[in-house]
């Protein structure tokens, strides 16, 4: 298995609601990583996880909650967002923080829409 | 300051005809250097990388990319493209002892028949 996971695929939510973005591997991997994508634009990084704790944030507002319940899973907690919000979340994972060169795995990503 | 660099934001190329993608990098420090492809409504996939060794690195699909330290680039080519190579193509660099892999703004690509 050489996938990273990510649910759902589309999600459309308001300003006041409180939603969870999914990403799972079974690849072994102990780093873990969420990019943002605005459209026609590069991916951005938002926050590192290295064997379950929190490596980096990219001074990331709070209104994005990242978690890492285990090696396995990553989610992205979201509440209060705003319009500008709206992107293409992407998840990703490598053997080891990518300092050496790794190769990363990144999910289809989530279609976030913030009305 | 951006310290990666894509000179072109769209490449529009012919099917069979030869394509470059332009990357430069700005690190006076080593680095690790990547190309990615996007394909529509998909996430990032791995084409080829530069660690060190052979300035000159493949892909398994036509593919190359050569390091330039001279020139601080790492510019794609494919001799021939597809059709299916449309897609979105990014440079990257992870600075040597760093985790964070930083990419440049993107190129598109667009074969035509």
């Known amino acids: 298995d050489t996938e990273v996971t990510q649910t759902p695929k589309h999600l459309v939510m308001g300003m006041t609601n409180k939603k969870s973005l999914k990403c799972e591997q079974h690849m072994g991997h102990r780093a873990m990583y969420w990019y943002k994508q605005k459209a026609k634009k590069p991916p951005e990084l938002m926050f590192v996880y290295s064997y379950e704790k929190l490596s980096i944030n990219e001074s990331v507002p709070s209104r994005f909650s990242p978690e890492c319940p285990n090696s396995s899973l990553l989610n992205l907690h979201l509440h209060a967002l705003q319009p500008e919000d709206s992107a293409l979340y992407l998840c990703a994972s490598s053997h080891i923080i990518g300092g050496l060169g790794e190769k990363l795995f990144f999910g289809s990503g989530t279609q976030l829409s913030v009305l | 300051a951006q310290s990666v660099t894509q000179l072109d934001s769209q490449v529009p190329v012919f099917e069979e005809a030869p394509v470059e993608l332009r990357c430069n990098y700005s690190s006076s420090v080593s680095v690790y250097l990547f190309w990615y492809v996007q394909y529509p409504n998909q996430g990032l996939q791995l084409l080829l990388k530069?660690?060190?060794?052979?300035?000159l690195v493949e892909s398994i699909n036509g593919f190359e990319a050569e390091f330039n330290k001279s020139q601080t680039s790492f510019h794609l080519r494919k001799p021939s493209v597809h059709i299916s190579d449309t897609a979105e193509y990014f440079c990257?660099?992870?600075?040597?002892?760093?985790?964070?892999?930083?990419f440049g703004g993107g190129t598109r690509v667009l074969v035509k028949p």
């Open positions: 530069y660690l060190s060794g052979s300035t």
């Open positions: 990257g660099e992870v600075k040597a002892a760093g985790n964070k892999l930083t």
